[in-house]
C-alpha cells in the first residue's frame, strides 16, 4: 500500500465525510451511481436536494427504468449538464432488461454504459463492492497533481494517462471504497482549488507541491481562450390569462429535449408574430442575461409581449402554452427559469 493511501485511510476515518446522502444506508450500487453521476461538473452542496427529491421519486433501478423521461428532465431541471439525466434513463432501461435491475459488476460492461465512462465506472465498484478500481475526477486530479508535483498542464493526454497510472498505483487492493471516498473528502475540502488548507492536510508531509511551496500555483492551468459569444433574443409571449408560450428544443443540441422560450435570432418583433398579434405598446425589452457554456457564451435578450392574442393557425407539435403553475413542472433550463421568476407583473 502506498504512503499516501495509508496516510489518507486513517484520515478518512477521522476526518472525512460520512454523512452524505448517498453513503448512508441503504448503501447500494443503485445510489452511488445516481450520486457519481450528478456530482459529475456539481458540487455536493448542489447535489444533495437532487439526489434525495430523485431517490424519493425513483427508490429503485426499475422504478427509474420505467419512469417518463420527461419526468426524469423536469427533476433533473436546474442541476446542468442535461445528458447525464438522459443517460441515467437509457442505462437504467439496459439495466432493467439485460442485468436484473443491478449495475454489472464487470468494469468493461458497466464502462459501456451510456454515462459512465471510466472513472464514474471506478467509483461505483469501488464504493459499491469494494473493489481495487481507480477514480480520477476532478478532485483526485488536483490531489495528484500537487502530491507529485506535475507541473504541466494536466489535461492533454500524456499527463491523463500519467494520472491515471498514478491512481491505479495508488489504489490499495483493500478498502479501496473507503481510499476513494478519502481521496474525493480531502480534495473536496482540504486541497481544495484556492487556497488548500495545507496545514490540516494528512499527506503535507510527502507533498511535492507543498515541499516546494507551489500548492497555489499547481494544478497548471489550461491555456485560456477567448470564447465566441451568440447573441439570441427569447420571446416570451404572455396571454391575457398568463398563459406563455413554450417551445420543447431537439433532442440534440443545447438542453436536449427541455422546454425553452421560442427564440429569434434577429427581428423578435416578426418572430413573435408568428404566434400571436399584439399590441406595440405591450412588448418591453427586459435586461439582458449572460450563460458560459464550455464552448461558448450566451447573450440572451429576453422580450416580453404583454396581453397577446394566440394565434390558433400556428399549432406547432413541440410548441405549448402553459399557466404559470404547469410550466414550473416543465424541464426548463436555469436560465429560463431564473427569467420566469422574476418578470415583470401582468397588468391590469
Ligand atoms: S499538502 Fe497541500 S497541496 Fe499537498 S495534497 Fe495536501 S492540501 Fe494539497
Redesign the pocket.
Known amino acids: 500500500m502506498s504512503r499516501l493511501s495509508e496516510d489518507l485511510l486513517a484520515w478518512q476515518i477521522r476526518s472525512g465525510r460520512h454523512d452524505l446522502p448517498w453513503q448512508c444506508p441503504p448503501r447500494s450500487a443503485y445510489r452511488i451511481w445516481i450520486a457519481e453521476v450528478m456530482l459529475q461538473q456539481t458540487q455536493v452542496a448542489t447535489v444533495i436536494p437532487y439526489f434525495q427529491r430523485f431517490l424519493a421519486m425513483w427508490p429503485t433501478l426499475f422504478d427509474l427504468a420505467s419512469a417518463d423521461e420527461d419526468a426524469v428532465l423536469a427533476l433533473w431541471s436546474g442541476l446542468g449538464y442535461y445528458r447525464r439525466a438522459r443517460y441515467l434513463h437509457a442505462t437504467a432501461r439496459i439495466c432493467a432488461d439485460q442485468c436484473d435491475g443491478d449495475l454489472p459488476r464487470d468494469f468493461d460492461a458497466l464502462a459501456a454504459l451510456p454515462g459512465i465512462g471510466r472513472s464514474t465506472a471506478g467509483a461505483i465498484l469501488a464504493q459499491a463492492w469494494d473493489l481495487p478500481f481507480a477514480i480520477l475526477d476532478g478532485n483526485v486530479k488536483?490531489?495528484l497533481t500537487?502530491?507529485h508535483g506535475i507541473a504541466v498542464w494536466p489535461g492533454s493526454a500524456t499527463v491523463t494517462r500519467q494520472l491515471w497510472q498514478l491512481a491505479e498505483e495508488h489504489t490499495p487492493s483493500q478498502h479501496a471504497g473507503r481510499y476513494a471516498q478519502a481521496i474525493m473528502d480531502?480534495?473536496a475540502t482540504?486541497?481544495?482549488p484556492r487556497r488548500?488548507?495545507?496545514t490540516?492536510?494528512?499527506?503535507?508531509?510527502h507533498?511535492?507541491?507543498?515541499g516546494q511551496g507551489r500548492?497555489a500555483q499547481?494544478p497548471v492551468q489550461a491555456p485560456r481562450k477567448s470564447l465566441p459569444v451568440r447573441h439570441i433574443h427569447w420571446l416570451l409571449l404572455r396571454d391575457a390569462t398568463g398563459r406563455m408560450l413554450f417551445q420543447q428544443r431537439p433532442a440534440d443540441g443545447l438542453w436536449p429535449r427541455l422546454w425553452s422560450l421560442p427564440e429569434a435570432p434577429h427581428s423578435p418583433d416578426q418572430h413573435a408574430a408568428l404566434f400571436a398579434d399584439f399590441d406595440e405598446a405591450d412588448r418591453q425589452a427586459l435586461p439582458a442575461l449572460r450563460h458560459a457554456f464550455t464552448h461558448f457564451t450566451l447573450d440572451v435578450h429576453p422580450v416580453l409581449f404583454q396581453g397577446v392574442r394566440p394565434r390558433a393557425a400556428c399549432a406547432i407539435p413541440t410548441m405549448a402554452w402553459h399557466s404559470p403553475s404547469d410550466a414550473a413542472k416543465l424541464a426548463l433550463p436555469a436560465p429560463v427559469r431564473r427569467l420566469l421568476t422574476h418578470l415583470p407583473e401582468m397588468p391590469r
Not at 200 to 205: E, Q, R, T
Not at 207 to 210: L, P, Q
Request: hydrophobic share 30%; glycine share 4%; aromatic share 4%.
Open positions: 488536483r490531489v500537487r502530491y480531502l480534495g482540504v486541497c481544495t488548500p488548507r495545507c490540516d492536510c494528512p499527506v503535507a508531509h507533498c511535492s507541491a507543498r500548492e499547481l
